[in-house]
């Protein structure tokens, strides 16, 4: 396996792994109460029509609109009050000419009413009477059957992802049950021999996992299933036995790979042997994670991430979590959430590589800077000082201090 | 309860109600795996050293700089390879004087040297020799003990949201166990003598529940943990019974009042009689919203939020979300997430009010267009056809088409 032949661009790269990729077959059926951020896999249409009854959008009477017609401060149209709509209830009072019933906002509107006149437009007179001083016309503060939705037409598409006023709204329609898209399921497999877990207390030649933990958080908010494979020696045989197993369990295989040139290149090789077409894309021109590993098996996603901390999730970031999105249905592709800020130093960089520069964000005389953040970049205390990595774009040689760059919130 | 004497703007009303609030005193410890987006409550510092031995951060050999100053292509150094550094154990070599060893990335440096040439920098003479062409300074291409962080040095501040980032790197530094601000617990009740569960066939006059599920979602996306206590009917004692259960199980009351200005003034009513001090803002210059209550009972926030879903969603961001973040720790304040684009039509509104119009994204021409969309303002279906909430602040009279304006995400 000969080591980043042939570097392509980020956005290169994921369109050559996309182009083998569809979203999951499978499918799941979840309480609507419970599917915020679930994407629907099938369309919805309305079971009926909301409103189901003609209902008012005013506290006042319901009239017939043609008895007010003319009606003004002056000359006031009078009404016989006939009585009141209970609320939840069927009105239960018919409105003749001449005659008017009180109404709440979201009481139902009485037989042979066809509007409603705002009580702010009226006069109590006696204890039967009132004025109204303002005319309506016909349907005037009334929601009439099937305003709000009518009954078969559509509501959310294929590959709309919940809010919460979705959910609202299907409950509102009675539609308690969706069916949704799977969260796809990820693996995370770390290798390295001198990787221990967390609870362990390295001997000396020994660091503690960070990536298998980092990744789980990002895999969990990008809307997958994490789960973690544990630690691989770098063995050739070992690890391809990892990798196996946790490539048939789940839906996206992430190696986090060792740091070195030879543990890498078994990485890429044990990624290879996992099915076809197999290695896509090694060696991307970026920095950091240059060393990206892209690759289908199966027609499953297999990545193989560089080892150190920043480069790992920020290959990540760029690889992974579209990754899981198109899986996962979503219609749209994300988009990262970032602002624009100016750059507090210089930064170099190589045209024909996007460089990812981590930065703290700080307000200075009302306007936002990114400071660069000193220190190695393969630091994961770096990433934890950051608010986010600054974007210095493929085809420039680096930035000066004041330009503006696209900071990208991590 | 005299409805809506003084109506106070939106920012000056959660200033009154969050200068009787603070963050909530009870803590949680949990699984730092666990703990994304968990909110920090006391400081971390760094138990050891990391890394907790001297480290190369490239594949090479290990030396003494002084070995190899003066060193080009022309007049290489020659060093005796004394052997090979295991990953993840002890280096067990010694470099002396002329000699130099092999190390991989992340690898320990043996006893002797202090810095790594490149292997790129380097030519294999035979099988124990190699030359040098480049010198290498004192601790290039090594990261020291304490390079990382030091032991004892600040990790996280209390208030800090923990990001993937933050739960790789206290894992790497063998902090397994965090504690955290609890998620605050918000309690929804839904009134009105209309309202039935979205499970039950509405008979006429009656609606399914919308905003006890809208809510909830909106709660859990803020980081809060929400219980639904059902629907209450309009009655005072039934009311006031069931808010005052809500309230002592939880840290937030939300009621979801009815429509209708007797029912929102029975919600009132109820409200004041929870505890001390009671409600401090009744009624907000904003559209849809005016109708909002704002109240602290027992220290503990309580909102009465308008009935409709358009009105409670929008109220719910702009009071509870926030008041959400205030318990919960946060050390800042959240940022709505939000874009700005050109209105595509005219929008009237009222100066010292500000309205939140319903928007749909749209691309034309490079540029994004907020296209405002029809319809009664408190249909959940607006909401459903919505990206977002277009702003028109307090002080103006209306927008133009084509004016810029900020669009919230919802």
Redesign the interface.
């Known amino acids: 396996m000969a080591e980043m032949l042939n570097v392509v661009p980020p956005q290169e790269a994921l369109q050559r792994l996309h182009q083998h990729l569809s979203p999951l077959a499978r499918r799941e059926e979840v309480d ?2 419970e599917a ?1 951020d679930r994407v629907v896999a099938r369309e919805l249409a309305a079971p009926s029509d ?4 003609p209902r008012s ?1 005013m ?1 006042g009477y319901a009239v017939r609109a043609s008895d007010t017609y003319g009606a003004s401060e002056g000359v006031p149209a009078y009404l016989e009050v006939v009585g009141e ?7 239960g009072i018919a409105v003749h000419a001449g005659r008017a019933a009180k109404v ?5 509107l009485p037989e042979g009413s066809d509007a409603v006149v705002m009580v702010e437009n009226t006069q109590q007179v006696d204890e039967r009477t009132i004025e109204v001083v303002r005319p309506v016309a016909p349907g005037e503060n009334v ?1 009439r059957v099937g ?3 009518r009954k078969g037409s559509l ?2 598409r294929a590959g709309h992802r919940l ?7 299907l ?6 049950r969706v069916v949704v898209y799977p969260r796809p399921r990820l693996a995370i497999l770390s290798t ?4 221990v877990p ?2 362990q ?18 895999a ?2 990008a809307g997958a299933v994490p789960a973690a494979f544990g630690i691989s020696s ?1 063995d050739y045989e070992e690890l391809r036995g990892r990798a196996g197993q946790a490539l048939a369990d789940s839906d996206i295989l992430v190696i986090s790979a ?6 890498r290149d078994a990485t890429a090789r044990v990624i290879s042997s996992l099915g076809e077409p197999g290695v896509l894309v090694h060696g991307v021109s970026m920095r950091p994670g240059k060393p990206t590993v892209l690759a289908v098996a199966g027609g499953k996603p297999v990545f193989g991430l560089p ?1 150190n ?1 920043v480069s790992s ?1 920020v290959t990540f970031e760029l690889f992974v979590v579209p990754t899981i999105h198109l899986l996962g249905g979503y219609g749209t592709p994300p988009v990262r ?1 970032s602002v624009e800020a100016r750059l507090a130093r210089n930064v170099a960089s190589t045209a024909g590589r996007e460089d990812y520069v981590a930065v703290r964000l700080e307000r200075r005389g009302g306007e936002r800077w990114a400071v660069p953040i000193f ?2 970049s ?4 770096v ?2 000082r ?1 608010d986010g990595m600054a974007l210095i774009p493929l085809n420039v040689h680096g930035v000066s201090e004041g330009e503006t760059v696209r900071v990208f919130l ?1």
Chains 1, 2 share one sequence.
């Open positions: 609507v109460a915020l909301l409103p189901s009854f959008t506290d709509v209970v609320m939840g209830g069927p009105a709440h906002t979201g009481g139902m929601l305003d709000d939705v509501l959310l809010r919460p006023q979705d959910i609202g709204g409950m509102g329609m009675g539609i308690t390295g021999d001198e990787v967390p609870q207390e390295p001997a000396p030649g020994q660091v503690r996992d960070i990536n298998s933990y980092s990744l789980a958080a990002m969990r908010r770098d060792g740091s070195s040139v030879s543990t080892g901390p999730l959430e220190g190695e393969n630091l994961i205390t990433l934890m950051a991590f």
